[in-house]
């Protein structure tokens, strides 16, 4: 046995082992109920493609021809690589000897999606939906004390109809396929412990328990099967006891009808000295529910704690005390196995991780298939929030949408309501749970409506716990709340008190984005804010990641396959843009990526942490990736040391939030220094004296205050202050300044640090003495007369001189110049095409690039910054005297970088909606490539941002970067064109050349005529 398949069997056996323990009576050896594992790899699976396996009788005999061995559980995609359909499974098992009481059952903990179950050519049962167990009677089916056939037919649905089922007509999560990034793949299978289990005819089969944390009263409720038919009186016992000691606390015992069929019962116990769940000290009590038969005993038992959580007064409260929650979301997902983990390491690593990050919360997105996990957060201690597959995406097809008729509306409302009900009560007894969530970013429709409405019914189920209506919001009806608390059978938290927000911004962050995530912009007066998604992804660190695919001998799977393609298209840029100009190896590449994106998240989350109506804080950078770089683990949860330090940052409960606005001045500009500080209810009552100062790169101080930072200590303060807000005019010599703040006394927090860039305003010699501008542009041209660079009109004739022509503004020249203009490239002079707009040309985004292959301009960054693209820069002649050689400086550059790029290699959105394309366009790659942006945090993409070609005798350069429009203030912008205009000032003394003597066919070529 392989060490995967080896660990993966201990795994599932040990999840139905913490849900049921069976034990004998103390008077009988007679053994009541034991449970026989399934699992293992000695399955079979074959694919359905024309589904017609029924009719062929497969469940009879199956097709052991066209068939491969699987482990179970595991997914249909890993043995039949991007298949989507029918799918079946069998093996032979022995058959326990016949009983004349009780029955035979095999407990599925999850099939996805769709289940069909024969034993022996008899069916069984079926079950649909593909996150919790459910369980077939076998009894009869049995060839007893012989080996018997056991097979199941599994549906994965595709995008068209099979049985009448679509994938975006089921609670599916984000799932679709081929494996892409911005959504989870289309994976199914037999996904769960399949179990053979021996039951008497009277059994526990469900427990719900009701802890009051003031109190230590637990209400019990149990449910309870008898399949004899006839009603029956029989002793029922509660038992309570420490989770960790297994020390008994109190046992009770009680007298129940318990009548045919299923029997609820509810009895309340006491628990004296009952400590409360927190994730500072995570108790776990066990509960055991037990029957007496004539013969034997069958117990169930699960795990609970004390604890409340709610929002209230305007603060999330955990057992009665503010908290404020902060951590990540996480979508368990998991390489090759998607939803299985490959080794059970992985689930406990997870937490591990968030733990020592500082994390006491985790949001859990669009469903989480393997309950084991909540035996973990509950054992570790992180607070949790929710979802289920129906949370998102059903009903929403994009390029396939079509309407229904209303009972397919019908169908989906019900699948969504057994999504909700059945992860609710699959998980309701942990502790660690605190929330659940109804959907995230729905619009309004059908299944908002649905869940709107579900609220009363939900309560039933569960009246513990908050149930968060729709995170995001997108649905943009105010007039429902966004929260529900615990009791409550209405949306009771109102937008106007809590904001549910997922604020995507532009990246590096604008000083408006900053003002709006500090709260200096406020959504609404004395409105509190969730954000419950915000951040940027990173690489992915494609080397190592398909390294460790080969170790597992893994690199055929479907994911190692899309990563594969990803890199392959990095390598043949590297190749194209000379990055090994820059960077020895892609790992240097990848390392010095991460630590800009380090940098980038310490900006962003000191503002978000500075902000006072901030109570809560969940980024959607999680522990570890899964096909978007997101997280400070790859998918084989080795972390990345780079990355750490923001993320513990980020989590620190008591810190400063430094920043300076700009982040780039002239020297004897004013500058805006502003220091919060945030303090987690850590600090206690009383002033502490702090100091804040700016240090000159030559360590001089040219800055200091004195002040206080105010810690009020009640329980209405918010968790952030501002302790300074000052303009200063600032001189100094030219480099990276640090501002700096500290605690005086009274304790230390971290975060202290700020840097920004001051340059010196220099005399910019050696500048053309004229240029050509086409394009309506006052700050270029306003610019070029305070250099004393006069604006002369362009020569036509034949005995012109070589020429520089700025071409600039939103629109291109006419044909008849951009004729001209190319005429003059060809013949010695230079041109510098200074925003991209201007080479449009009809529906073409670059049909006035003067190349045969002309790519194509596309965004770079995708879900504003969320998705973005590293910037870098080589060491040319148009960053002289500039930072460059590497990543471009976030803060130095902050105004410069754009999102636009001259790309071959791109994506765009697919079919259905939430998916992508990959693209290319084919593009005649620079001469010199001087900066440019390539995204390897989502789908490929690449692109020259300034490059330079040549054409005849003479070249043209393309920018895409902000410069034009930060002329004046932005000492980035001003040095960047003035090198940029010296590097391409053509040589004057040089006479214009001939045209060449094949030019009309040149022009046909590149598209200029036909």
């Not at 913490?18 to 694919?47: E, F, M, P, R």
């Not at 003031?214 to 006891?241: C, D, E, Y």
């Not at 994730?279 to 009590?285: A, R």
């Not at 670059?846 to 002309?854: A, D, I, Q, R, V």
């Amino acid at each position: 046995m392989t060490r995967f398949m080896f660990t993966a069997l201990l795994m599932v056996q040990s999840v139905f082992l913490q849900a049921q323990k069976v034990v004998g009576n103390s008077g009988s050896d007679a053994i009541c109920a034991y449970a026989v594992s399934l699992n293992g790899n000695d399955w079979s699976i074959a694919t359905d493609s024309n589904n017609t396996g029924i009719q062929q009788e497969w469940f009879k005999n199956p097709p052991t021809h066209a068939s491969k061995t699987t482990t179970v559980p595991w997914v249909i995609q890993d043995i039949f690589h991007n298949y989507h359909g029918v799918a079946w499974y069998w093996r032979s098992f022995d058959a326990p000897p016949q009983k004349k009481e009780g029955k035979y059952i095999i407990r599925f903990q999850t099939v996805d999606y769709m289940a069909e179950v024969w034993v022996n050519g008899v069916k069984v049962g079926s079950h649909e939906g593909g996150e919790f167990a459910f369980e077939v009677d076998i009894t009869k089916a049995l060839h007893y004390q012989s080996r018997n056939l056991l097979v199941v037919r599994v549906l994965n649905p595709d995008y068209y109809p099979i049985d009448n089922i679509l994938l975006k007509e089921t609670a599916s999560s984000l799932k679709h396929h081929p494996y892409t990034s911005n959504a989870v793949y289309n994976s199914g299978g037999i996904t769960g412990n399949v179990d053979l289990l021996s039951v008497a005819d009277l059994r526990v089969q469900d427990i719900f328990v009701q802890a009051d944390w003031l109190t230590g009263k637990a209400k019990v409720k149990a449910w309870i099967s008898n399949t004899q038919g006839l009603t029956i009186r029989r002793t029922v016992r509660f038992k309570v006891s420490e989770f960790r000691t297994g020390r008994s606390l109190t046992l009770k015992s009680e007298q129940h009808q318990i009548s045919g069929g299923i029997t609820e019962i509810e009895t309340e116990i006491q628990v004296a000295n009952h400590q409360l769940w927190s994730p500072e000290e995570p108790f776990l009590y066990r509960v055991e529910v037990s029957v007496a038969t004539p013969a034997c005993n069958e117990e169930l038992s699960v795990r609970f704690g004390f604890r409340d959580f709610r929002f209230e007064n305007g603060f999330f409260r955990l057992n009665g005390k503010r908290i404020f929650l902060i951590g990540c979301n996480f979508s368990t997902h998991y390489p090759v196995g998607y939803t299985i983990p490959l080794y059970e390491e992985m689930l406990r690593r997870d937490i591990v991780h968030m733990k020592a990050l500082g994390q006491n919360f985790v949001r859990i997105p669009f469903g989480c298939p393997n309950p084991r996990i909540f035996d973990i957060y509950d054992e570790l201690g992180i607070l949790v929030h929710q979802e289920h597959y129906g949370s998102w995406q059903m009903n929403e097809f994009g390029g396939y949408k079509y309407e229904r008729p209303e009972a397919m509306k019908d169908t989906m409302r019900l699948r969504y309501e057994r999504s909700i009900s059945g992860v609710i009560k699959r998980d309701r007894n942990h502790p660690s749970i605190i929330m659940w969530g109804a959907l995230n970013e729905n619009h309004e429709g059908i299944i908002f409506r649905k869940a709107v409405e579900l609220l009363p019914r939900l309560r039933q189920l569960d009246p513990t716990r908050m149930i968060v209506l729709n995170s995001g919001r997108f649905d943009k009806d105010t007039t429902i709340g966004s929260l529900s608390n615990p009791g409550s059978s209405i949306w009771d938290v109102a937008e106007q008190k809590l904001k549910d927000w997922h604020p995507y911004v532009p990246i590096p962050y604008s000083k408006k984005t900053l003002d709006e995530l500090s709260g200096r912009i406020p959504a609404m007066p004395g409105q509190k804010i969730y954000i419950s998604e915000s951040g940027l992804c990173f690489p992915i660190d494609l080397p190592s990641e398909l390294g460790d695919y080969q170790q597992w001998g893994k690199a055929g799977s479907d994911d190692a396959m899309y990563f594969h393609r990803q890199y392959d298209k990095f390598k043949t840029d590297w190749q194209k843009f000379g990055l090994n100009d820059i960077w020895a190896t892609h790992e240097d590449y990848i390392q010095e990526a991460y630590r800009t994106a380090n940098e980038l998240r310490q900006t962003g989350e000191a503002a978000i942490r500075s902000n006072p109506f901030v109570v809560a804080y969940t980024p959607t950078n999680g522990v570890a990736d899964y096909s978007m770089g997101e997280s400070v683990a790859t998918n084989f949860r080795r972390l990345k040391p780079a990355l750490i330090p923001s993320v513990l940052l980020a989590n620190s409960p008591l810190r400063w939030c430094l920043a300076t606005e700009p982040q780039s001045i002239y020297s004897g500009d004013s500058l805006l220094i502003r220091a919060s500080f945030s303090n987690l209810d850590v600090l206690k009552k009383g002033n502490y004296p702090a100091t804040i100062k700016i240090i000159s790169p030559d360590l001089r101080v040219v800055f200091e205050k004195k002040t206080t930072v105010n810690i009020q200590g009640n329980d209405a303060a918010p968790f952030a202050q501002q302790v300074l807000e000052e303009i200063k005019i600032l001189k100094g010599i030219e480099g990276k300044y640090r501002l700096l703040a500290q605690l005086d006394s009274g304790g230390t927090a971290v975060g202290g640090e700020a840097t920004f860039y001051v340059s010196e305003p220099k005399n910019l010699a050696g500048l053309p003495s004229s240029v050509v501008v086409l394009g309506n542009d006052p700050i270029l041209t306003g610019w070029l007369g305070d250099q004393g660079i006069k604006q002369i009109s362009l020569q036509t004739d034949k005995n012109a001189e070589r020429q520089l022509i700025l071409i600039t503004g939103k629109v291109a020249p006419d044909s008849i110049q951009m004729l001209q203009v190319v005429q003059h490239i060809a013949r010695g002079s230079s041109v510098i095409f200074l925003n991209p707009a201007v080479l449009k040309r009809g529906n073409l985004s670059t049909g006035w690039l003067p190349l045969k292959e002309k790519g194509i301009i596309q965004p770079v960054d995708h879900v504003a910054g969320y998705y973005r693209a590293d910037r870098w820069s080589k060491q040319h002649p148009v960053f002289a005297g500039l930072p460059s050689g590497g990543m471009m400086d976030v803060k130095f550059y902050r105004n410069i970088i754009a999102v636009q790029a001259l790309c071959q290699e791109y994506n765009t959105n697919a079919k259905p909606v939430h998916t992508f394309q990959e693209v290319s366009a084919p593009l005649t790659y620079p001469d010199e490539t001087i900066c440019g942006a390539t995204r390897i945090s989502h789908n490929y993409c690449s692109g020259v941002q300034l490059g330079a070609w040549t054409l005849g005798e003479g070249r043209f350069l393309v920018n895409t970067l902000h410069i034009v429009e930060n002329l004046g203030v932005d000492p980035a912008a001003d040095r960047l064109l003035s090198n940029m205009l010296r590097f391409a000032a053509p040589d004057r003394t040089k006479k214009i050349a001939a045209v060449p003597a094949d030019w009309t066919q040149q022009l046909k070529s590149i598209g200029y005529i036909q």
